[in-house]
């Protein structure tokens, strides 16, 4: 039985019913609904951007994940425990996962999940037709157990 799931959220529908379906799946367990922050999503770069351009971009960006997780965890009817990182999002998943520490923590790193929860989104590519790349990612590199939500 997973006692530590973690649920990967990035603000659509199907996230969303990802964390209902984990919620109502597995009640006993701690939830932990993920949602990261990728700096290719960036508009501006370092180079060729205004003084601030980049502080802007990210402040922007960590208002929307605090938002992003604030709406999924409302509709959730029980304690979830968010957690906001920075990186590509299958690499940082599988971190998380692994139990790898947040930044600016102390040295300890963190309990690893028992199991991962995400939305199939499927929108490009012949391979990933029934997947999104990130779940395709996720599903194929997981050290534990991986469900799907479509």
């Known amino acids: 039985m997973a006692k530590r799931i973690l649920v990967a959220v990035d603000g659509s529908t199907e996230a969303a019913e990802a964390l209902r379906f984990a919620a109502s799946e597995w009640p006993a367990a701690e939830l932990t609904a993920l949602h990261v922050i990728n700096p290719a999503d960036s508009a501006t770069g370092a180079e060729g951007g205004f003084p601030g351009a980049a502080d802007q971009w990210y402040d922007s960006a960590k208002r929307r994940g605090e938002r992003i997780l604030d709406e999924a965890t409302a509709a959730v009817d029980r304690d979830?425990?968010?957690?906001?990182?920075?990186?590509?999002?299958?690499?940082?998943?599988?971190?998380?996962?692994?139990?790898?520490?947040?930044?600016?923590e102390d040295d300890d790193p963190g309990e690893p999940f028992d199991?991962?929860?995400?939305?199939?989104?499927?929108?490009?590519?012949?391979?990933?037709v029934l997947l999104g790349s990130v779940a395709e990612g996720v599903v194929r590199r997981a050290e534990v157990p991986v469900t799907v939500v479509r």
């Open 80 to 104: 979830v425990e968010t957690r906001l990182e920075v990186g590509r999002p299958t690499k940082t998943i599988l971190a998380v996962a692994g139990g790898e520490k947040r930044v600016g």
């Open 115 to 128: 199991h991962v929860v995400l939305a199939s989104r499927g929108r490009t590519g012949l391979s990933r």
